[in-house]
């Protein structure tokens, strides 16, 4: 029996508005995986303490106050120090396509951006959180 892959969804930062999350996390549950909502406000090292807590195969991060480069960048930061670097992390949000390869840089495997298909995103996760395995 194969396992469900564990994806942890977080809202770092100051941003209040999680809706997309929580359509996100209940696709991504809908389609199998185990999913763990970690709810508004979240620091990235709240988030990667969740991440190790929770045994993640996987962490998305929403951001839709402009945060993203600093976010992102600290919450993969962090999980290289507590040597998780094993955790695919992908995101969304309002984020510039100029500022999607330097994140891409940073270790982001995927950015989605507003209007993206929960389909595509399924797909995007079966085919590559399983990978690390």
């Not at 929770?54 to 992102?72: R, Y």
């Not at 120090?81 to 984020?95: M, N, P, S």
């Not at 995927?110 to 797909?123: A, C, L, R, Y």
Request: glycine share 10%; net charge negative; hydrophobic share 40%.
């Amino acid at each position: 029996m194969q396992r469900r892959y564990r994806v942890i969804i977080a809202k770092p930062g100051l941003d209040g508005h999680d809706r997309g999350a929580k359509v996100i996390a209940r696709a991504l549950r809908d389609a199998g995986f185990e999913v763990i909502y970690t709810g508004l406000f979240q620091t990235p090292d709240q988030v990667a303490e969740t991440c190790l807590q929770e045994d993640a195969d996987a962490v998305g991060l929403s951001v839709l106050s402009g945060a993203h480069m600093t976010l992102f960048a600290r919450t993969i930061e962090l999980l290289k120090e507590r040597d998780a670097t094993d955790i695919v992390v992908f995101g969304g949000g309002i984020i510039p396509d100029a500022d999607v390869p330097e994140l891409e840089q940073l270790g982001v495997k995927k950015v989605f951006g507003p209007g993206t298909s929960m389909h595509e995103i399924v797909d995007w996760a079966q085919e590559n959180i399983g990978q690390k395995v």
